[in-house]
């Protein structure tokens, strides 16, 4: 009989479906669509409890039944400025009712300036600064429950670093001035979350002094964009490299890799794509007559396997935030097409807020 903590002095828990036994009951329900779970939550305490096990989201990642869900930190107008974050809730069974961000529990301590990285059901939130002191700190939130957790501190404090996950560990560069023995040695670290411990990561002397404002992953290999320069660093090979200058011209700003292929918006507002291996950018097409163009305040992620775009519009002393999730195929020339696959109004804040950080979560 299922059970999400049973001790000795405990009645043993009535069977989750009457009738079923619990394995049987398990499958069904870890089946059900997350837009799904509050009403389920509501029919029984026994559904409630399993809905908030590990148990039940082991079982939903053996069926393959997970589903990404999107998560958003934003930064409200306000002295403050405690960094505020939300899911998604994506209401897939009823195309009348709206898809919305609902909050979460927030973080403990709030970071300007951090990184971000995701592995498994994790989110890392890594470093950052208070009161303009980089912090060494990293705080996990794990997205199954909505609970934070300290993780691992880095050998030194870093603001504005570039963080990336490689083969399930979590690589961080800059956010430092290496003008310290310390701060030269760690100016790339790497954490293996089975070890739990952060170890430093070679790196050349002349790219040190770079400060990084975007990351991304193609091919085991982390892109790292700076100020004046990028640079690439293949995990598997130990081997630094300078960005190439297509790449280097061409990214300016938040962006997203889906399917080995490099998204973020141009200086015109427009969405187009960067083929990592190839070496060009291409506009994706389709999309002007459904979407703003993107001049500020917007920023995107990769959802499962989807193209997840938010925006900002301003209305009085408000700011509506807008998400359209995009399905993109290529053709034999390489072009990309883009479509609206849903688009809505998932979040009303007061005008001086800001996005900081979007991500997909497989729960």
């Not at 499962?304 to 900002?312: C, N």
Request: glycine share 8%; proline share 6%; aromatic share 10%.
């Amino acid at each position: 009989m299922w059970s999400s903590s049973a001790t000795d002095s405990e009645q043993p828990s009535p069977n989750l479906i009457p009738s079923l036994p619990d394995d049987v009951a398990l499958n069904c329900l870890a089946r059900v669509p997350r837009s799904q779970h509050l009403s389920l939550s509501l029919v029984s305490k026994p559904f409630r409890s399993l809905l908030s096990s590990s148990v039940f989201f082991n079982v939903r990642s053996l069926l393959q039944c997970r589903e990404h869900v999107l998560y958003l930190a934003l930064r409200p107008h306000g002295p403050d400025g405690h960094l505020l974050w939300f899911s998604l809730h994506r209401n897939t069974l009823s195309s009348s009712r709206p898809n919305l961000l609902v909050p979460i529990t927030p973080m403990p301590t709030s970071y300007a300036g951090s990184a971000y990285a995701v592995i498994g059901y994790n989110i890392y939130v890594i470093g950052g600064s208070i009161d303009n002191i980089p912090s060494p700190h990293v705080w996990i939130l794990d997205c199954r429950f909505n609970t934070w957790q300290p993780g691992p501190s880095m050998s030194v404090g870093r603001e504005f670093a570039a963080a990336a996950v490689v083969d399930g560990k979590i690589y961080v560069m800059g956010g430092c001035v290496a003008d310290t023995w310390a701060r030269s040695t760690n100016w790339a670290e790497v954490l293996d979350p089975a070890k739990g411990k952060w170890d430093p990561v070679p790196s050349p002397v002349d790219f040190r002094w770079k400060w990084m404002h975007a990351c991304a992953v193609v091919d085991g290999k982390v892109h790292a964009m700076a100020d004046r320069g990028g640079v690439v660093y293949d995990t598997r090979n130990e081997v630094w490299e300078s960005v190439g200058i297509e790449l280097d011209l061409g990214w300016k700003g938040r962006a997203s890799v889906v399917n080995d292929v490099l998204y973020c918006y141009d200086y015109l507002g427009n969405i187009k794509g960067f083929y990592m291996k190839k070496g060009f950018w291409k506009d994706v097409r389709g999309l002007k007559k459904d979407l703003p163009k993107f001049l500020c305040g917007a920023t995107m992620c990769d959802v499962g396997g989807k193209l997840h775009v938010l925006w900002e519009e301003k209305i009085g002393k408000e700011i509506h935030i807008w998400c359209a999730g995009i399905e993109v195929t290529k053709n034999e020339e390489d072009e990309l097409w883009g479509k609206i696959a849903w688009s809505d109004k998932v979040l009303t804040v007061n005008k001086g807020s800001s996005m900081v950080y979007c991500t997909g979560v497989p729960l």
